[in-house]
Every structure is written in structure tokens, then in C-alpha cells.
């Protein structure tokens, strides 16, 4: 299953390196899920960036999701798009993507389950942790992921705040995946992407 471990969300706020480069070192270390999140392009070129990656994450055979954008992700030949509470909605994005992945990020029970009544693939539960990713609100800690994973069928990737040092944590909670952005590309991406791997690996094998 894709959701096995860790997923990768672009962030160019922490390095100078072109994203493709980011993405390929990131891949290396075995990280197999790659969400593509861009906020400050225009949709032309979101587009031209996404088929780049597209090529990048088909030769590593790992999993690529547009965030935000399902017309991009299909037209770039995605596995599928992410989506936020202000996006095109979930039954609108399935006509879409068809049988492609579709997730949504959540932030509440409530939200949860009307994404698993609603077709969603898999869901993003968050934050769990403070991010300065973005503004995704106050943090919910690990304890509801508990909650989350009781009262829903789908799977649950936690987001948000997530590093290192309490990746063994959340996973224990019962999240089936962790999203990872800054963790990984604050500092060195490759020794960063790697150790996460390590834990996952770890963690599975236990």
C-alpha cells in the first residue's frame, strides 16, 4: 500500500535547491509518496513543475499527488490529488480523477468521516504538532489519531509539525502515514530523509 510510512510535501521555504533536485535526493533515501504543494506559481506553472516531477517519480516507481489542483493532476498523469477544505469539493473531484487517489486534509472528526462518507481515498489528519508550514490552526496532539482511526474505515496520514524525534509516536497512535515538509528539507535533505526512512522501516518491522 502506498501509505506505508512517510510522505514527502514539497516546501521550498528551508532550501535554495531546485525542487527537482530536492524531490530526487528525497527519493533516494527511499521515500516512495511525493505530494506536490505550490502556492506561489501561477497554474501554468504548477503545471510545467508537475510534469517534471511526474518524470522524476515515475523512474523511482513512487506515488505522485498534485495538491490542490485535479485538473493539473490529471492532466500530467498524477496517481492522484490532494485536497484542502477550500477545494473543489471531494464528489466533484472524484468525477474527475475517477479511480485516482483522491485524499483530503481534516481537521476534525466531523470533517473525517464526511471525507470517508464521501468517496476519499485516504484522509490528512492535522496539525498534530505547531507547523510553520502554513496557518493549518491549533494543534490536535496524537491522542485523537486514536479517535480518528476508531471511527473511520480509510486511511489516516498525519501532518503537521511532525519530526524525528516523535515520528515513533504518531505512528504508535495509529496513523498508517506521517506527512513531512520541513523535517526533512530544514538542513541536510538526504541525512534527514534518510533517518525517517529508518524509523518507518523500524517501526514496521516491530
Not at 524531490?23 to 506553472?45: H, M, P, S
Not at 464528489?91 to 474527475?96: D, Q, S
Not at 508550514?133 to 498525519?158: E, F, R, W
Amino acid at each position: 500500500m502506498y501509505l506505508n510510512g512517510i510522505c514527502f510535501i514539497t516546501d521550498r521555504t528551508y532550501s535554495a535547491l531546485p525542487l527537482s533536485d530536492m524531490v530526487r535526493r528525497v527519493l533516494d533515501a527511499g521515500v516512495t509518496f511525493i505530494q506536490y504543494r505550490e502556492k506561489g506559481k501561477t497554474r501554468r506553472e504548477v503545471y510545467e513543475e508537475a510534469v517534471r516531477l511526474r518524470e522524476l517519480t515515475r523512474s523511482f516507481n513512487a506515488v505522485f499527488m498534485v495538491n490542490d489542483h485535479a485538473d493539473i493532476a490529471l492532466a500530467v498523469d498524477a496517481d492522484g490529488v490532494h485536497l484542502g477544505q477550500d477545494d473543489l469539493p471531494l464528489k466533484e473531484a472524484r468525477t474527475i480523477m475517477g479511480s485516482r487517489i483522491v485524499g483530503i486534509s481534516t481537521h476534525s472528526l466531523e470533517q473525517a468521516q464526511e471525507a470517508a462518507a464521501g468517496g476519499a481515498d485516504y484522509i490528512g489528519f492535522g496539525p498534530i504538532f505547531e507547523t510553520t508550514t502554513k496557518d493549518a490552526g491549533v494543534p490536535k496532539g496524537i491522542d485523537i489519531l486514536k479517535t480518528i482511526k476508531q471511527n473511520v474505515s480509510i486511511p489516516v496520514v498525519a501532518i503537521g509539525g511532525i519530526g524525528i524525534e516523535s515520528v515513533s509516536d504518531v505512528m504508535s497512535s495509529g496513523a498508517d502515514c506521517v506527512a513531512v515538509a520541513t523535517a526533512i528539507c530544514r538542513g541536510d535533505i538526504t541525512t534527514n530523509a534518510r533517518t525517517f526512512v529508518q524509523i518507518l522501516q523500524y517501526i514496521r518491522r516491530r
